[in-house]
């Protein structure tokens, strides 16, 4: 008898992670508030940038159903506005491998169709807590995987790992079509990291939309600040009206090149803020059942560094690993701490550098993010960190470290 | 509640379709439903997190953080082979996914509005407008028979389309909530749907 | 605007891989009908507890929630049963109007015409 595992939430972690369990013959029921033409047809919901490493788990599972349809990006360009507004500071790194944004909606919507048709139980139903007390005892692991969902409530906050008490951006995404490209990047596509200080930073991405190839411009502006003016905002155009003034005046060099650009969909836009948070992996039911919590339902980081479906797609990846590892032993509570465990060892590291992120930079990061436009090889690896933060550990999240590194590049090529 | 002989028994081969009651606490929703249903109205209910506030409460328990949602609905036979069902919304109008799994497939919605409270059916009027797909008006229910405001200034004070019926009900009495529900049903008719691109 | 936005939807082919549009199950709502085709007291006794009272209550015609209701059962729960219960063959789902094939206006004028039959 194959096991149960019953998993709420149908994106990029949840769906990744039912796919992957029912390749490896276990009984899977997915629970997804909204059917794959709700999602198709809804509203956008993230700029899910997804680097390489992430993108290899999607091919593990033959998942990655849109990778030859494209935009594909491969770098990353860093733009810094000089306190006169003028462009101070331009470099783009090459990433090592390329890097894909396809809608959720798409993705999603694709995903949770594909999971039924290989055989997958999908239930459509806006989860409470009345119905996980009892269907936990139906199943050998519940797994809640509803990030923007009420469900995260059942899972208490870790203050030890969550710095912020309130939202650090507002966050402001549009959806369009018709955007230029930057000229000084050549034939290299990017993605592009605005940073305007004091203000908030403009990010621009090439991605894979219902209405085809299209581009994001995602604003995360600093609260109360310049940026933060898109809360009430009802229309997409109104939103993207917005948008344009905002990019004029704050980022011109990124203007220039949107003169001709349209929503995508009535869809197209979204706004919001959240405070970055890092939960405790059990959430425990009133009749004394318990859930594990994965992916932004546990580690829910600000997107300032695009890691929220990575982090996603590899807390997918290693929860796998885990639950097949653990062969035919019960999922009790000591399971859920030690499968999250696996995950924090990584996730610590993203989240820790998304956090620093939030802040000025201090004068370490100034020097590397200038020293990058002279020095090709500093560039890219900063834009190869996005794919492994980890790295950044090595070098750009400590002093001493960052400053041999930019010693023995700057030494090497006098 | 409507007495219909040898109408509750459905068909093994009926299908069924449904209307959606909205509108702020005490607007009447479970009084249009009784007025019309054939069965007595009933409740499914369901235990929510309820979203704390305190973000260090690392003491709150299942138990403290959770709260009761109720959906009253009621059901009509319009023939032997098709049932038509009535659901009222949540009171609590910030579980959304509610909702959306009460307007799903639904033939449209009744926004019922007390004339004294008008504010309190703004969230309803802003969630059906975000659905182009469903067809909805606005019923304002009059437990007097008197409406203290011309239709117009409430029809801009709701700030709704000049194309959404504005109508005003007795939730208790079952011709006006027939009326009502028929008035929904000829809006449908004549619905156009939601643009390609608002 | 309309004219672009179709224009490029058929640029991509999202469902290219998994063979074209799939037909996904028709969700259960809220109002969809289950009713046992058969009821066989050998299947009653074989089901177990939750499963056994939808399978008794379904002898009528119910919807979705009726059950819920009738039960105190969540509808998550229902839902999850209830769909376990029809792949088995144990009941069976109706259509619902806007999954039955039904053309909108005739159903919208079959509503109409049964709304004007209720006595008040």
């Keep these: 008898m194959s096991r149960k595992i019953l998993i709420v939430g149908a994106g990029q972690s949840g769906l990744q992670l039912a796919h992957g369990l029912l390749q490896h013959g276990y009984q899977v029921t997915l629970m997804s508030a909204r059917t794959a033409d709700e999602i198709r047809g809804g509203r956008v919901m993230s700029t899910q940038a997804m680097f390489d490493a992430a993108l290899q788990h999607e091919r593990d599972l033959g998942l990655n159903f849109w990778e030859d349809e494209g935009p594909h990006f491969d770098g990353l360009g860093f733009s810094l506005a000089g306190p006169d507004g003028s462009l101070a500071l331009d470099w783009a790194g090459r990433l090592n491998a390329f890097a894909q944004s396809v809608d959720q909606r798409v993705k999603m919507a694709g995903w949770l169709e594909a999971l039924e048709q290989r055989g997958g139980r999908v239930i459509i139903h806006g989860v409470t807590v009345s119905d996980l007390d009892r269907l936990v005892n139906r199943y050998d692991l519940t797994i809640v995987a509803a990030g923007k969902g009420e469900l995260v409530q059942l899972f208490g906050r870790d203050p030890s790992h969550s710095p912020y008490a309130a939202p650090q951006r507002a966050l402001s995404v549009v959806y369009v079509h018709g955007l230029g490209p930057r000229p000084e990047r050549g034939d290299l596509a990017t993605v592009n990291f605005n940073l305007v200080p004091g203000v908030g930073e403009l990010f621009i991405m090439p991605a894979l939309t219902t209405t085809g190839p299209c581009d994001i411009l995602f604003f995360e502006g600093i609260p109360d600040g310049p940026l933060d003016r898109f809360t009430g905002i009802r229309s997409p155009e109104e939103h993207l009206r917005l948008t344009l003034e905002l990019m004029e005046r704050y980022v011109p060099w990124e203007y220039a090149r949107a003169h001709n650009v349209e929503l995508t969909d009535w869809g197209g836009t979204l706004a919001g803020r959240y405070a970055p948070v890092v939960r405790n992996p059990v959430g425990p039911l009133p009749s004394g059942g318990a859930v594990l919590g994965m992916a932004d339902v546990v580690v829910a980081n600000d997107p300032i560094t695009g890691q929220g479906s990575n982090n996603a797609a590899k807390c997918a990846a290693i929860y796998l690993e885990r639950i097949l590892a653990h062969g035919d032993r019960p999922y009790d509570q000591a399971f859920m701490q030690e499968v999250f465990g696996h995950f924090w060892d990584y996730a610590q590291y993203p989240t820790t550098w998304t956090n620093a992120m939030l802040q000025p930079p201090p004068p370490h990061i100034v020097q590397v993010l200038g020293a990058a436009a002279g020095h090709q090889q500093i560039a890219d690896r900063f834009a190869n960190g996005f794919n492994d933060p980890r790295d950044f550990f090595s070098w750009f999240m400590d002093p001493g470290k960052a400053a041999s590194y930019l010693e023995s590049v700057v030494g090497a090529a006098v | ?198 | ?120």
């Design chain 2, 1 to 198: 509640m409507v007495s219909r002989p040898s109408s509750t028994e459905l068909s093994p081969t009926a299908i069924s379709t449904k209307i959606v009651i909205a509108g702020g606490f005490g607007a009447g929703k479970t009084t249009f439903v009784r007025s019309i249903s054939e069965i007595e109205p009933v409740t499914t209910e369901a235990l929510m997190t309820e979203a704390s506030q305190d973000f260090d409460d690392l003491a709150a328990t299942p138990e403290k953080i959770t709260t009761t949602v109720a959906m009253d609905f009621g059901r009509v036979s319009l023939d032997q082979e098709l049932a038509l069902y009535l659901f009222g919304t949540p009171g609590q109008d910030r579980f959304w996914f509610l909702w959306d799994d009460l307007i799903r497939g639904a033939l449209g919605a009744v926004v019922l509005a007390d004339p004294r409270r008008l504010a309190d059916c703004f969230p309803a009027v802003e969630y059906f407008e975000n659905v182009p797909e469903a067809p909805f008006i606005v019923a304002l229910n009059c437990f007097d028979g008197i409406l203290p405001f011309e239709l117009d200034d409430v029809r801009a004070a709701l700030a709704i389309g000049p194309e959404v019926p504005l109508l005003t009900c007795d939730a208790r009495d079952t011709a006006s909530a027939v009326y009502t529900l028929t008035e929904l049903v000829r809006y449908a008719m004549n619905f156009a749907g939601p643009p390609a691109l608002v």
């Design chain 3, 1 to 120: 605007m309309k004219g672009t936005a179709m224009l490029r939807s058929s640029r991509v082919r999202p469902y290219a891989i998994t063979g074209g549009r799939t037909i996904a199950r028709m969700p259960l709502l809220l109002e969809t009908l289950v009713s046992v085709p058969d009821y066989d007291l050998m299947v009653h006794q074989m089901l177990v507890a939750e499963s056994r009272d939808i399978y008794a209550l379904c002898r009528s015609v119910q919807s979705i929630a009726e059950i819920s209701a009738a039960l105190d059962m969540p509808l998550g729960v229902v839902r999850v049963l209830v769909s376990d219960l029809a792949d088995d063959g144990r009941l069976r789902i109706h259509p619902t109007a806007v999954h039955a094939g039904v053309p909108e206006h005739m159903l919208l004028e079959r509503v109409l015409r049964g709304l004007q039959t209720i006595k008040h």
